[in-house]
């Protein structure tokens, strides 16, 4: 089982994270290289927030429905190890006395043989980087030193990815806001120059007829606009200043 390549998959990854879209596309590409550098069957990265484990990537067919025996039972090496931060290895599925009913399962689904590295990711999440083989004993002579750095290097990555993702998530909030206040903001120019009155009055008029109608201040502003132009009111994109 070829690991020579593993830690510079590890480098790889700041590489992938300028690559990919989202963070579920970063684990994908986890899981894919894992299983390129180790030629098994199966690989998966799990991760759990709240004891809420989900398979979040895979490759390879085994992966997802051993991980979901291991959920449906809430045991199994992969769920120890990432809230125990514990290497779990397990020889052979046929002789293992651990994990419930599980091994069994996994034996029949063609497994003999698994590692489970802990991903620690922070204090609300945690993950495992799973390795399943046919063969018994398959991780015995690993050197899993290259695992393990990809493994380390994946927990950097996924706390990297969910700020990125969080930072998006928060630039769109921004975005939507922006364009909620620019057409108040018109409606409100409107009821200035209809009643001639103040921008505190021209709110309270916009937001006393909004609670009347029953809907959001902001798609009854869009609505007069629209009535008033026969267009849609248009925003202001949010974007680097000059």
Request: net charge negative.
């Amino acid at each position: 089982m070829g690991t020579d390549r593993a830690t510079d998959g590890g480098v790889q990854i700041t590489q992938w994270l300028l690559e990919v879209e989202s963070l579920e596309e970063f684990l994908q590409t986890l899981a894919e290289t894992a299983r390129d550098l180790t030629g098994v069957e199966g690989t998966g990265v799990t991760l759990e927030r709240n004891r809420r484990p989900l398979t979040v990537a895979s490759a390879g067919p085994p992966a997802p429905k051993l991980d979901e025996k291991q959920y449906d039972q809430d045991d199994g090496p992969c769920l120890r190890s990432l809230r125990n931060g514990e290497e779990i290895v397990v020889g052979d599925m046929l002789s293992e006395e651990r994990f419930g009913d599980y091994p069994a399962y996994a034996a029949a689904s063609g497994i003999r043989s698994s590692l489970s590295l802990p991903i620690a990711v922070g204090p609300d999440t945690a993950g495992a980087l799973n390795f399943y083989a046919a063969e018994p004993d398959a991780f015995k002579d690993t050197d899993v030193t290259g695992l393990r750095s990809l493994a380390a290097q994946a927990a950097g990555g996924i706390a990297l990815a969910q700020r990125i993702m969080d930072a998006r998530d928060l630039a769109e909030q921004m975005q939507t806001a922006m364009r909620s206040r620019s057409v108040i903001d018109q409606a409100m120019g409107v009821i200035m120059g209809q009643r001639r009155c103040t921008a505190d009055e021209a709110f309270r008029i916009l937001r006393s007829a909004s609670q009347h109608r029953n809907i959001k201040i902001r798609d009854l502003c869009t609505e007069l606009i629209t009535n008033l132009t026969g267009e849609s009111p248009t925003a202001p994109e949010l974007g680097p200043r000059p």
